[in-house]
């Protein structure tokens, strides 16, 4: 049961940052107001470097054939990761390629600096590593999720791009108090997104693509939904917190995310707002299905 959970929350949703039941884990007495504290990678232990190489090791087996090949490429980037890489030998390669650092944070930051951070072209990086026990399904991102998962991309011009927006665009939905509907938008690409490429779907999500189950289920499982990319229907679609998609969305690039979402945002959540939710796993009558890649 525990690698059915694989990949669930790992991918939170930036609404539901710092406001769980649980307080979120992490040291935060160390982070300052922008909440980014240091990585403190003297800390880590043999046994957790050890840990994120078998992590490393396990991700990087199986994205052949599954994972986008944007992502493929860039995983190098992280080094032959057989100890936890630390962020400022990322940041080397990472600020000339596009601009973006990563800055290490204690754990789930509050929406409003996640945001913040993002417009500013920093991707905040949890600095704790999951435990031993945890090794096939962590409930919050960890350093792995977020480096493996998130990292890459980062180095794709294009979706730098958008990860900045999207950060811009969060700042102003906290003001029109649409932020559940831009969560949204950020579970189905940033972290469960699909694309379809020339040699066939593939993923590139980084709570599939950090997660030991949900990657081959999601491009190959005849279970779950797959439907076209369409903002305005991904914003009225429930997704699982606690158990593999039910639905993915698919793009054909990275560029009709950023074109999709250049435009206000002010009408979308008005006419977002007085549509019904679509719950995870509906597929309304019309809509294009991607069969299993
Ligand atoms: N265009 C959106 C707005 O005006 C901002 C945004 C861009 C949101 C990219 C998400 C991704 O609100
Ligand atoms: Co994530």
């Known amino acids: 049961m525990n690698d059915f959970h694989d990949g669930i929350n790992k991918g939170v949703a930036p609404v539901t940052y710092g406001q769980g039941e649980r307080p979120p884990r992490g040291d935060y007495a160390s982070a300052g107001s922008d909440y980014t504290c240091a990585q403190r990678w003297g800390d880590y232990t043999a046994e957790q470097h050890a840990l994120y190489r078998r992590l490393h090791e396990r991700q990087t087996a199986q994205l052949p054939g599954l994972a986008c090949d944007e992502f493929i490429d860039a995983v190098r980037h992280l080094g032959a990761a057989e100890r936890i890489p630390r962020f400022e030998d990322i940041n080397a390669k990472l600020k000339p390629a596009t601009g973006w650092q990563i800055v290490a944070v204690p754990g789930l930051i509050p929406e409003e600096a996640f945001f913040a951070l993002l417009a500013e072209r920093k991707f905040p990086v949890t600095e704790w590593l999951r435990k031993p026990e945890e090794f096939d399904y962590v409930v919050e991102p960890d350093v792995f999720h977020d480096l493996f998962g998130h990292v890459p991309l980062l180095f794709n011009p294009v979706f730098a791009d958008y990860m900045q927006a999207y950060g811009a665009g969060g700042l102003k939905a906290s003001r029109l108090d649409a932020c559940e509907l831009l969560a ?107 069969a299993a890649g």
């Open 184 to 290: 949204r938008l950020y579970w189905y690409t940033v972290e469960f997104g699909l694309i379809q490429t020339k040699q066939g779907l593939r993923a590139y999500g980084a709570g599939i693509l950090s997660s030991a189950g949900e990657l081959r289920h999601s491009v190959c499982s005849p279970e779950p939904r797959r439907v076209a990319f369409d903002l305005k229907r991904l914003m009225r679609s429930r997704y699982k917190i606690d158990s593999y998609q039910a639905t993915y969305f698919v793009i054909d690039a990275f560029e009709q995310l950023f074109d999709a979402t250049a435009p206000d945002f002010a009408p979308v959540y008005a006419e977002v707002r007085a549509l019904p939710l679509i719950e995870a796993g509906v597929v309304l009558p019309g809509e294009r299905e991607f």
